[in-house]
C-alpha cells in the first residue's frame, strides 16, 4: 500500500495553544483527508480535501492540500480538552477504492 | 440515527481457530470497508465492496481472511487458523459517497 508519513507522532501541549500536524506522501493523489480517533471509538471525518492549494475550515481546525498534491497539514487552533484524541491524516487511491491512513498523531491536552 | 454496529465489540480466541466479524452498515449504504488496526498504528486497508459489484479484495493479507456482504447489507469478516498477529482492532465502515465513510466502533481481536 501507500505510505503516508504523518508527523509528529504525538504532542502534549497546554490548552489555548495551537497545535499543527501534517502528512507527507512520494505521490501524487488528488483526496486528502483528516480524521480524528477518540479511544474505543471508529475514526470520524473531519475535513475533506479535494484540490490542490486548498484550504479549508471547520470550527478551530483548518487544512490545507500542498500544491504539490503530496502533502497536507492540519491545525487546530486555542486547543481544548475533548481536542485530545489521534488524529489519521489519509488518502484516496487514484484508483478511488483504496484509502490509506498514516500512522496518526497522538495528541494531548493539558488542561 | 443508527450508525454502523460491529460485534463482538471485543473476542478473545486461542490460536488456530477460526473466528467471524461481524458489521451491520448503516441502511441505505452501499459501500462498506473493513480495515485493521494494529496497536498504535493507522489503518490497513483489507477489502471493499460496492453494491453489487466483485469486492475488491487486494488488501488482505493471507487466505486465511475472508469476507462476505450478503443482501447488500450485512458483512462478516472470517478469520481461519487465526495467528498472533492476527490480533488487532478490526474496524467496519459504510458509505454513501466515497469520501464520507461512517466507521463503526471496531471489535478488538486477541489471539492467545
Known amino acids: 500500500g501507500q505510505q503516508l508519513n504523518q508527523s509528529p507522532q504525538s504532542m502534549f501541549i497546554q490548552e489555548g495553544e495551537d497545535v499543527s500536524m501534517n502528512c507527507t506522501s512520494s505521490?501524487?493523489?488528488?483526496?486528502w483527508l483528516w480524521y480524528k480517533q477518540d479511544p474505543g471509538e471508529g475514526p470520524v471525518l473531519l475535513i475533506a480535501?479535494?484540490?490542490?492549494?486548498e484550504l479549508t475550515s471547520n470550527g478551530r481546525l483548518t487544512a490545507q492540500f500542498g500544491i504539490t498534491r503530496k502533502d497536507s497539514f492540519l491545525n487546530i487552533s486555542a486547543s481544548i480538552p475533548s481536542d485530545v484524541g489521534i488524529y489519521f491524516c489519509a488518502i484516496l487511491s487514484n484508483t478511488g477504492n483504496q484509502f490509506y491512513f498514516g500512522t496518526g498523531t497522538s495528541l494531548t491536552v493539558i488542561p | 440515527g443508527a450508525g454502523v454496529s460491529q460485534s463482538p465489540s471485543n473476542k478473545v480466541t486461542e490460536k488456530g481457530k477460526d473466528v467471524e466479524l461481524r458489521c451491520d452498515p448503516i441502511?441505505?449504504?452501499?459501500?462498506l470497508y473493513w480495515y485493521r488496526q494494529s496497536l498504535g498504528q493507522g489503518l490497513e486497508f483489507l477489502i471493499y465492496f460496492q453494491g453489487n459489484s466483485a469486492p475488491d479484495k487486494s488488501g488482505l493479507p493471507s487466505d486465511r481472511f475472508s469476507a462476505e456482504r450478503t443482501g447488500g447489507s450485512v458483512s462478516t469478516l472470517t478469520i481461519q487458523r487465526t495467528q498472533q498477529e492476527d490480533s488487532a482492532v478490526y474496524l467496519c465502515?459504510?458509505?454513501?459517497?466515497?469520501?464520507?465513510?461512517?466507521f463503526g466502533p471496531g471489535t478488538r481481536l486477541t489471539v492467545t
Open positions: 480535501l479535494y484540490k490542490a492549494g
Open positions: 441502511s441505505g449504504h452501499t459501500a
Open positions: 505521490s501524487i493523489f488528488n483526496t
Open positions: 465502515a459504510s458509505s454513501l459517497s466515497v469520501y464520507e465513510q461512517y
